[in-house]
């Protein structure tokens, strides 16, 4: 599986009971960002070989490899796993070359406007709407919960895996275990979410080898990273399990949990479209991804204006998009923020919001028996 226009992965989900079948399908599912390869690397351990040991046997058990046979004996020492049993998984598993073949690839440079119609059309806008009256208790309990509006949960999940129909085809076990064992320049961030996987898979009381989900090892219908899953997870139906695949309830609270964790500010707004004037602003343009620092009124002062109703003293960070016919300006407040701690991409977050937008306003228009939007702009 390709992660889409941008190189990256770390966040989210597993499960309480084995999923259904997940079958592939045509878009791939973006899946949140890894850490940087500087961090991982830094991090590597000193039992992850990076040298000619991480040639990956697509017909080798993993449990035949020595560096695999090193991380069960770890596994059983730190966390009291039973060396058998993980030996009796692993040999039941296989490194998947074509992983390697899908991570190695360059990152995708897509401008905005060709990236948008990827995500803002009127197929996943009419999922989202489905999806939302199909689950309008869970999702109302969420915004209650944790103060993240039902659209930005509907519009994460419609983005990520098109509402539960493209959850990834890989075994996670296999995924995480490729990535550990056969990919140097991110080993250590893959082995500790494989450690963390099979910490997941105890506590929750599944098989590790019937877990599916991205070519990355991301799982669930909002396509958590294990470490994520252990970190915001949550049983929101009270069931004593928390299954991210089949359970749509758990998966809304478990997206919302994430977002109210990470700085997500119920009320407030996500982004705005804005005009530009003068010579002062492109020096304002935010390409890092940082927490907007600027008030509204400073960018005002500086030849940005808002194109919508926003408090002077909200803090604001200017964005430049490629549109189709000239640079697109937006303010990206807190929230928009947040929403880039889902996937480190402002092309993602602006793709979320205004699907969320999109799903929000067709709903309405279903709640006040109005005719649905013939098309998409």
């Not at 509204?296 to 960070?317: E, K, N």
Request: overall charge positive; glycine content about 8%.
């Amino acid at each position: 599986m390709k992660i889409p226009y941008l190189l990256g992965a770390a966040l989210l989900l597993s499960a309480c009971a084995p999923p259904a079948t997940v079958r592939p399908s045509s878009p791939t599912p973006v899946v949140p960002a890894l850490d940087s390869p500087s961090e991982a690397a830094s991090s590597a351990p000193e039992t992850v070989a990076a040298g000619p040991s991480t040639a990956l046997n697509a017909g080798q058990p993993l449990s035949q490899r020595a560096d695999v046979q090193a991380f069960i004996r770890e596994m059983a020492a730190k966390h009291g796993f039973n060396a058998a049993q993980l030996r009796a998984t692993f040999s039941r598993a296989q490194a998947q070359p074509s992983i390697i073949a899908a991570m190695s690839r360059p990152a995708e440079a897509k401008p905005w406007y060709v990236y948008r119609d990827i995500f803002i059309n009127a197929k996943r806008i009419q999922g989202g709407v489905q999806f939302w009256r199909a689950n309008a208790a869970a999702l109302a309990r969420a915004e209650q919960v944790y103060g993240v509006p039902p659209q930005i949960v509907v519009a994460i999940i419609g983005v990520e895996t098109q509402y539960g129909g493209n959850m990834g085809k890989y075994r996670v076990l296999e995924a995480l275990s490729t990535l550990a064992f056969g990919y140097p320049r991110r080993a250590a961030y893959f082995r500790k979410e494989l450690e963390n996987y099979l910490l997941l898979a105890r506590t929750e009381g599944v098989d590790p080898l019937n877990l599916r989900g991205s070519y990355a090892g991301a799982m669930g219908l909002g396509q958590f990273m294990p470490s994520s899953f252990l970190s915001y997870a949550v049983d929101f139906d009270g069931d004593g399990h928390r299954d991210l695949w089949r359970n749509p309830t758990d998966a809304i609270g478990s997206v919302a949990n994430y977002f109210k964790k990470n700085g997500w500010r119920g009320g407030q707004p996500v982004a705005m479209p804005a005009s530009v004037s003068g010579v002062r602003y492109p020096a304002l343009v935010s390409e890092r991804l940082n927490p907007p620092k600027n008030s509204v009124a400073s960018l005002q002062s500086q030849g940005v204006a808002p194109r919508g109703p926003v408090s002077d003293a909200q803090a604001a960070m200017l964005l430049e998009f490629a549109g189709r016919d000239g640079p697109e300006y937006w303010l990206g407040f807190d929230n928009f923020y947040a929403i880039t701690r889902y996937n480190r991409s402002q092309l993602y977050a602006l793709a979320v919001y205004q699907l969320s937008q999109a799903i929000r306003e067709q709903q309405t228009r279903f709640d006040t028996g109005a005719p649905a939007l013939a098309q998409v702009d």
